[in-house]
């Protein structure tokens, strides 16, 4: 079973410029969630699609955004980059039951994102 | 409010050294669950455990074992006799039932294993 990909694996952006980050989750996983990784902030929670529905968002900014296509693939947008935005974008799928039950999330190898 | 801590932010041992990292957790949910992933060098997050608030069984899985205990909300990690391959960013995760079904995970801030020959 192929695990989850994302692309581009690197990007190079400048501030005040917008990237969209893709992500394909494992054949038959219906829930999608994001997470960006700084040395400074960790691992946090931007959001989390179930059935193309945004079921959870974490605390960051209108300028982050996603969505999620009928055959489970997400992307994540982010608008007007600011150089705090260079981090390691990491996309994870489970099965998504619906009934948050901890199902196990299985990470992609992430997307670098790095601002000038 | 949910949270993960991991005060231990490096280790360094040397090979076939037993190692704990150590996890406290905070939350106010009676049914939660508790994860350990790896990170090594190349980024990936990899799924090591799940354990749910119900079952406080210690797990072992070769070399790894866990020991949770909920009367100290902490949630431990071994390495057995550790070697190179394990060296790594190691981070215990929470996540809350009743949140609408989703799964958001709240992480600790990982330790940093180094194994050294």
């Known amino acids: 079973k192929a695990g989850v990909t994302q692309t581009p694996r690197y990007l190079i952006k400048t501030r005040g410029q917008q990237v969209t980050l893709s992500c394909s989750p494992i054949?038959?996983?219906?829930?999608v969630s994001w997470y960006q990784q700084t040395p400074g902030q960790g691992l946090q929670f931007l959001f989390e699609?179930?059935?193309?529905?945004?079921?959870n968002k974490g605390n960051f900014p209108g300028r982050f955004s996603g969505r999620q296509f009928s055959n489970s693939r997400s992307e994540m947008n982010v608008s007007t980059l600011e150089l705090g935005d260079s981090a390691l974008y990491l996309c994870?799928?489970?099965?998504?039951?619906?009934?948050?039950?901890?199902?196990?999330?299985?990470f992609g190898p992430g997307t670098r994102l790095t601002v000038t | 409010a949910q949270k993960v801590t991991q005060a231990q932010t490096e280790i360094s041992v040397v090979e076939k050294e037993d190692v704990t990292l150590d996890c406290v957790y905070e939350?106010?949910?009676?049914?939660?669950?508790l994860f350990w992933y790896k990170q090594p060098p190349s980024g990936e997050l990899v799924f090591l455990i799940r354990?749910?608030?119900?079952?406080?069984q210690n797990e072992i899985s070769g070399r790894y074992s866990w020991n949770f205990q909920k009367s100290t909300s902490s949630f431990n990690f071994t390495i057995t006799a550790s070697q190179v391959v394990d060296s790594a960013v190691y981070f215990c995760?929470?996540?809350?039932?009743?949140?609408?079904?989703?799964?958001?995970?709240?992480f600790g801030k990982g330790t940093k294993l180094t194994v050294n020959p």
């Open positions: 939350t106010r949910d009676t049914t939660y669950y």
């Open positions: 054949s038959g996983h219906r829930s």
């Open positions: 354990r749910n608030s119900f079952d406080e």
């Open positions: 994870a799928s489970s099965s998504g039951r619906g009934e948050g039950v901890g199902d196990e999330q299985y």
């Open positions: 995760a929470l996540s809350e039932a009743g949140q609408g079904g989703s799964e958001k995970l709240v």
């Open positions: 699609y179930f059935s193309e529905t945004q079921r």
